[in-house]
């Protein structure tokens, strides 16, 4: 069976043909060989893998115009490629708030007879926080390549990640606690820090001074927190972490129990706090004791997670350690950087 399908002439013409995308862009990274990968969660909840920045580092590389049609020439009214840094409040999706933006012009207006290659760099680029995707929030940096046209313009946008790095916190201290409900139940608590890297281990320790009522089941949990918008506008979002059994049973007065969490397998950020005023990630661990009668008792208490710097001596570039540093100010560059060196011997 033959089909001959002749479209009128004055529906669609040539006019509609080169309508379409008559150029593809592709941006390349100069050291997309080399440059680490991170897994990033996207909004729909899967993992993709980005290339990964951090504060301070330079972004460079290549954008690449093909035209579709050869001999055909590309009339254009300039091209450029941006670097942008925004925070997208899903309850918000028309505003986008840029904290970072920069343009660099590639070519001015003018046409294209061939394929070309437009080199771009963004100099020791100011990244201040770390990428994110939450249930309220998105956080993101990306590359965009726009040849603009007066009809359509031509975009492409390639995404990266930024982790935000911190040193040593110099201040750590212990956290003690008691629970009480007077006259039947009586606990301390003591966990050995206040603040932990991503890969961290918390241990405690739980001291049962009074028991009067029958306990049955005891556990941590970390709890994540979301905070978004301002005023009334306010949404917070939990999200359990981690579930830790202590145990399983009756305590007796006077027994101690020991407490080793490792944080390692759990997916987790540091700590973010009013991030560009527009949103905060906090992190809590939450005793829960039921007892008997299923009644629950609760204490919780906030923790502050970092991620740690060394993970990167390898692919980390002297500035970005420099830079890592203006995120925690309390070390000077020279001494983490001396201290990666040790570590590394």
């Known amino acids: 069976m033959h089909l001959d399908l002749k479209i009128p002439a ?5 006019s509609f043909f080169s309508f379409g995308q008559s150029a593809e862009i592709d941006i390349v990274l100069n050291d997309a060989e080399t440059r680490k990968k991170a897994e990033h969660k996207t909004e729909d909840g899967k993992k993709d893998k980005y290339f990964l920045f951090y504060d301070g580092e330079t972004v460079s590389g290549k954008v690449n115009v093909t035209l579709k049609n050869p001999g055909k020439r590309l009339e254009h009214q300039g091209i450029k490629i941006e ?41 020791h680029v100011e990244k201040p926080y770390e990428s994110y995707t939450g249930q309220n929030v998105k956080l993101r940096y990306f590359l965009r390549a726009t040849i603009s046209r007066r009809l359509n313009d031509i975009c492409k946008e390639m995404d990266i ?25 009586h606990i301390e608590f003591e966990y050995n820090k206040s603040k932990y890297h991503l890969k961290d281990v918390i241990v405690g ?40 059994e202590i145990m399983d049973g009756a305590p007796v007065r006077g027994e101690s129990i020991p407490i080793r969490l490792f944080l ?14 527009k949103f905060s990630v906090r992190y809590y661990l939450n005793l829960v004791l039921i007892d008997e009668e299923e009644r629950r008792y609760f204490k919780q208490q906030e923790i502050t997670l970092w991620r740690k710097g060394d993970i990167v001596r390898k692919s980390m570039s002297h500035q ?15 001494k983490a950087l001396s201290q990666a060196k040790e570590d590394d011997n």
Do not use: W
Request: net charge negative; proline share 3%; with cysteine.
């Open 205 to 244: 320790k739980i001291y049962f001074l009074l028991v009067r009522i029958k306990i049955k089941h005891m556990e941590i949990d970390i709890i994540k927190r979301e905070t978004t918008g301002t005023g009334p506008n306010v949404y917070h979002e939990n999200d359990t972490i981690a579930k830790y």
């Open 161 to 185: 990640v930024v982790h935000t790095l911190s040193t040593y916190p110099e201040l750590n201290s212990s956290i003690k606690m008691e629970v009480g409900i007077e006259d039947c139940l």
């Open 264 to 277: 390692a397998g759990y997916e987790m950020t540091p700590t973010m706090r009013d991030v560009n005023k």
């Open 10 to 14: 004055q529906g669609f013409g040539m």
């Open 83 to 123: 670097f942008i840094g925004q925070i997208e409040l899903y309850y918000d999706r028309g505003n986008h708030h840029e904290f970072v933006s920069l343009v660099k012009d590639l070519a001015r207006p003018g046409e294209m007879a061939q394929s070309q290659t437009f080199d771009f760099e963004f100099t």
């Open 320 to 334: 970005a350690a420099i830079a890592s540093q203006r995120f925690e100010g309390s070390a000077s560059a020279e």
